[in-house]
């Protein structure tokens, strides 16, 4: 299976400021076709995961620009510029390049 | 407008089997490369893929538990069902499903089960 490795396990932002989660795979993300199957996820208190960004930089259909997908093969990081109370939550990398899919153990951001 | 949700029997004895079922609605498992898929989350830990089933009626099933899934989709194709068998105290934990189209991500998601396995 391929791992996905998060840090921090938590972070704390004051409103307003930027904050930046990394992701390790222990595999290559990238397709043949060009492809980083890459995903970000946050999960809310109290509700299911939801999908930021798909493919490494794409953002999800409602999501704020304020988040940001960059990375390499195997190197991922999320970032979210001028942070909101509404952010709060753990967040998530996932991978689709193989079955099964798998998730990073998440990164809480706190205000 | 997309939903699906999540049904199942809230709790149940070790040793016996787990059904759980799907109800979606607003996109169709016909549509080509459309995926439902199944989830589970333990209190306070990661989310762990389970199965998958596709447009084209194929299953996917995670490893380390395929042994013990059974994917099943009824005709109309508004439902899915997921069955664990031989459940273990491990086996508590909120189930998910989700959808996915190609490679854009799970982008919808249903509220979950929580499902507790207890004596």
Redesign the interface.
Known sequence: DIVMTQAPLSVSVTPGESASISCRSSKSLLHSNG?T?V?W?LQKPGK????L???MSDL??GVPDRFSGSGSETDFTLKISRVEAEDVGIY?C?Q?LE????????TKLEL | QVTLKESGPGMLQPSKTLSLTCSFSGFSLNTSGMVV?WFRQPSGK????LA?IDWDGDK?Y???LKSRLTFSKDTSNTQVFLKITSVDIADTATY?C?R?LR?????Y????VMVTVSS
């Open positions: 492809i199957y995903y996820y299911s995961p939801q999908l960004i798909y493919r999800a259909s998530y996932g689709l079955n099964p899919n798998t998730f990073g153990a998440g | 898929n990661s989310l762990e893929w998958a996917y995670n490893p380390s998910y989700a996915r490679g854009s991500g799970f982008d998601w249903g509220q979950g």
